[in-house]
């Protein structure tokens, strides 16, 4: 049981992305219902029912909605995640990150001053900026909000809210 399933709020506003282990139990314990559903079913002794990939809660759970627009706190995977593990520089694969502003003169570890770089672009770029590198970066790094990582939660769950009519 490791497949993500959808989970909206009785507004059909989304809110998060659960085990399928913990959806089985918000339909069983009647809290939500199955919206839309894979191909499958899951059985046991006592219940029998189809695969969820979207559940909605039956009532309200309140959500305190400054929370889905806090910043995320920096991590090295949120970075590549953001800029979906490509090269700042010249878009081949990256797994390393590179400070904008190095380190090493001050730069902070910070969103708007890391990015994502293959080897390659992070050994040219060295302890320079990109200016005295010669380099150009290909977007400006942004902030991670939180609501974002919920967002490509729910995309990487394989679901497209836009084709349920639930996107705004």
């Not at 959500?63 to 590549?80: A, E, N």
């Not at 520089?89 to 293959?118: E, F, K, M, Q, V």
Request: glycine share 6%.
């Amino acid at each position: 049981m490791t497949a993500q399933v959808v989970v909206l709020n009785a507004t059909l506003e989304p809110i998060g992305v659960a085990s399928l282990q913990r959806a089985v139990a918000f339909i069983v314990k009647e809290r939500a219902q199955i919206m839309l559903a894979a191909d499958g079913m899951i059985r046991s002794n006592s219940v029998e029912l189809p695969v969820p990939r979207v559940v909605v809660f039956n009532d309200y759970v309140p959500i305190p909605h400054t929370r889905l627009y806090d910043r995320m706190p920096w991590s090295r995977r949120g970075v590549l995640e953001r800029d979906r593990r490509r090269c700042a520089y010249c878009d081949a694969a990256g797994a390393t990150i590179d400070h904008i502003h190095p380190r090493s003169r001050g730069g902070a570890t910070d969103w708007l001053n890391t990015i994502t770089a293959c080897a390659r672009c992070n050994g040219a770029k060295g302890s320079r900026t990109p200016a005295e590198a010669g380099m150009v970066l290909r977007f400006e790094p942004r902030v991670v909000w939180r609501r974002e990582v919920m967002m490509l939660a729910v995309e990487a769950a394989g679901v497209d809210l836009q084709e349920l009519g639930l996107a705004h």
